[in-house]
Nanobody, 121 residues
Framework: QVQLVESGGGLVQAGGSLRLSCAAS????????MGWFRQTPGKLREFVAA???????TYSDSVKGRFTISRDNAKNTVYLQMNSLKPEDTAVYYC???????????????WGQGTQVTVSS
């Protein structure tokens, strides 16, 4: 079983930055593809970014160039650095783990509880 715990959400003004963290339990974290998704009320959860065990990353077009995903396998932690935030980035952000070899697609089989990010205009 894998548990994911997010932190780092909050309220920020447009143009500002936040860094989300996701701490994972489990001995095989370094082999997982890790990702971030986000969801707003009434909408489907959408893909934001993912990183594989080798450090390769992929992003949605809406965040490319503004967000950076990274991982520290020694700390079992994945990060999402969010810069130049916009009001439309407001959402609950979820950390996700894919324990299977689906790269470059991420099909999560584990989810965190979510952390709220609010960007004010």
């Amino acid at each position: 079983q894998v548990q994911l715990v997010e932190s780092g959400g909050g309220l920020v003004q447009a143009g500002g930055s936040l860094r989300l963290s996701c701490a994972a339990s489990g001995r095989t974290f370094n082999r997982f593809t890790m990702g971030w998704f986000r969801q707003t009320p009434g909408k489907l959860r959408e893909f934001v970014a993912a990183i594989n065990w080798n450090g390769d990353s992929t992003y949605s077009d809406s965040v490319k160039g503004r967000f950076t995903i990274s991982r520290d396998n020694a700390k079992n932690t994945v990060y999402l650095q969010m810069n130049s935030l916009k009001p439309e980035d407001t959402a609950v952000y979820y950390c996700a783990a894919d324990s299977r070899s689906n790269w470059p697609i991420i099909l999560p089989d584990y989810w965190g509880q979510g952390t709220q990010v609010t960007v004010s205009s």
